[in-house]
């Protein structure tokens, strides 16, 4: 039988050079791609948050919002009261502002209530 020998194989090196292009273009990549995603980030519409009224007076607070239903021009709002004295809030829903009829949708005491929202 004949034995085939191979040869060793010689480890080759890279010059300095060879090494730092793939590098290079990496991080010119990465800065080109950092630039683009800035550039598009400050393209994006800013979407602005609208309050209602806020009124205050004695124990209680009362502040209004948009709830995001209804038509354009009469949009449901939501009226939030807070009882400083019974540390209570109650959100109240405004369907219709022509039929002035207010409905109680949720509430409780605030202690309560963050209890539930942290578990």
């Known amino acids: 039988m004949t034995e085939l ?8 090196t890279r010059s300095r050079t ?5 590098t290079a273009i990496l991080w010119g990549s990465a800065v080109i ?13 800013v979407n602005p948050a609208y309050g209602g009224s806020a009124l205050s007076g004695g124990d209680l607070t ?4 948009s709830m995001g239903r209804g038509r354009d021009t009469e949009r449901y709002e939501l009226l939030y009261v807070v009882d400083n004295r019974t540390e209570t ?4 829903e405004i369907e219709d502002a022509r039929n002035k009829e ?3 949708r949720s509430g409780g005491r605030l202690a309560d209530l963050f209890a539930r929202a942290i578990r």
């Open 5 to 12: 020998k191979h040869a060793d194989a010689q480890p080759t």
């Open 18 to 22: 060879d090494r730092r292009t793939p």
């Open 33 to 45: 791609l950092g630039g683009m995603v800035l550039l598009q980030a400050g393209r994006m519409p």
């Open 62 to 65: 009362a502040l209004t919002a």
């Open 89 to 92: 809030l109650l959100v109240y």
């Open 102 to 104: 207010i409905i109680l």
